[in-house]
């Protein structure tokens, strides 16, 4: 017996089977896998006007009309010409029947509608859905007068874009950068230029050359500011993270661009600037810290986080905060393994001090505290650490990542724990900033053969930066092992760099070795009195009244 023969004869026996409409379905579904535009114009014809067994549906519609804005993208005229006329004739069936289109139908129509060039249809058929519209159903529109050289029309799309709660990605942020270039509209290249930073890491190759074609051009050169104040402007920077000031263009003349590299101690190495670790600001700061004693609050029933809350406004001046947990049981998971005091935790807090010369705030559960007092040898040293203030216990029945992590936030300081941070706790937080924020705060470590390493921060981040000089600095994508031999492009003003390098902050002067005290200066620095600068030089100090004993 012909095994195959019968396999066949049995599939066809089952097509044979099966109902107009599930036939439709099933030839349709082929046209969509293969983007079949001849063979599905054919199908759709093929459905009789009147009595029909097929019922088209929303997912007939949109099938045909998927297949359709891709064919668009054809070399061949014919064959787009033949897309935007079928799909707007499906498009039309579809609304004659009185099937309500979705977003994704309105998204793909929107595309056939720039595809002709029609720009005003496809804003118009995206602002149809109303909240319900997504960057990929505005994105025809913003583009299509992107391309057509309609640059105000483009910010009109965008800004509605931005009503919505809409973010940009690098392609819709690289074509408004471009129409504008071309357009000569140096406010609004800065505008998009700023919004490029805050949405991307490091740019394409076809966002560097069309940054490189507007610092060369002319009208790059007569756009401005003279800087009369660099203290103010480096005050602005600090409040905003420390990478930008968004000032506008500062500096006079003539810009000069070189493809460069940033060695790892983080300087240019065509024109020396010194980039940053850059932070969130100090709106998303405080933000952040709020949303974490919410979430507290919301969760911590059998503890008062809000006491937590005014022992860390009244104890403020710690510049790095300790999982006591995390380093206690590092890596000692083992028979013989336990909570590790003066090999582990211990070395860590007097790593911290040897740097700054300022003690760490150690977080722990307080059930943890009280176990660890009953053994003789940890006795001693805990006892300093409560006498010094630097123990702080969290309540029975707490979670103790949400006190590090607020006390951390708030006090703009480093935190030392090799936790990811990545579990349901902190998605809660959302990841707007929160990866920012890990970058420049995050120090992890590690035990090789019982000597402690400390991962500090990096020393600059890879990101568009803008100085207070108006030069500016943008990483561009690629694949490299060596971050030191990544592509940036170095952007500055003609002969003002040298005039202003000695109206520089001293801080961008220090060695790497002041790397930890310079943070702490800088972010003291913003919103702070100088009481709260006050070094802990070892000496015993009193808690403070309104914290909970340990």
Known sequence: MNTSNTATNVRNKKRKNLTPEIQFRLNLDHCSKSKDLSTAISLFDSVPTTGSEIHLTHHHYNSLLYICSNSVNSDHPSTKSSAIEF??????????????PSE?????VARLAAAKADGDA???????????????????????????????????VEEHMGSLGLRLEEPELSALLKVNVEKGKGDKVYEYLHKLRASVREVNESTANILESWFCGEVASDVGL???????????????GDGWHGL?????????????????????????????????????????????ASLAMEREVQSNFKEFQDWIEECSDYEAIVDGANVGLYQQNFAEGGFSIPQ??????????????????????????????????????????IDQGLLYGTPYGSNDDWYWLYAAVKLKCLLVTNDEMR?????????????????????????????LKLLMPPTYSLVIQESEKGSWHVPVAGETIDESLRTWLCITRSGSCDALASSLNDDN????????????NRNNSVGHSDDKLTSITGKRKERSSSSPEV
Not at 226 to 240: A, G, T
Not at 349 to 371: D, F, M
């Open 87 to 100: 799909g707007f004739r499906v498009y039309h069936h579809m609304i004659a029947n009185h099937v309500s």
């Open 423 to 451: 579990d349901h706790t902190f998605e809660l937080l959302g990841n707007s900033f929160f990866l920012r924020w890990k970058e420049r705060h995050q120090v992890k470590y590690t035990f090789v053969k019982g000597n």
């Open 122 to 156: 496809a804003f118009e058929l995206a602002r149809s859905v109303g909240n319900q519209g997504k960057l990929r159903t505005y994105a025809p529109a913003l583009l299509c007068f992107c391309r057509n050289g309609m640059a105000d029309k483009a910010s009109e």
């Open 509 to 520: 002067q220090l060695s790497n070795s002041n790397k930890l005290e310079t943070l702490a």
């Open 226 to 240: 003279e800087i009369q104040n660099v203290d103010h402007v480096n005050q602005v920077k600090l409040r905003n």
């Open 248 to 292: 506008g263009w500062l500096g006079k003349g003539k810009w000069v661009v070189h493809r460069s590299n940033v060695a790892s101690d983080g300087r240019c190495c065509t024109c020396g600037e010194q980039l940053t670790c850059v932070d969130i600001d100090t709106t998303e700061t405080e933000r952040f810290a709020q949303s974490v």
């Open 344 to 385: 582990q935790l211990d070395a860590v807090v007097r790593e911290l001090y040897s740097r700054s010369k300022k003690w760490p705030l150690i977080i722990l559960h307080k059930k943890r505290i009280r176990q660890l007092l009953e053994k003789a040898s940890n006795r001693d040293l805990l006892q300093d650490w």
């Open 104 to 108: 994704a139908t309105v998204t793909a």
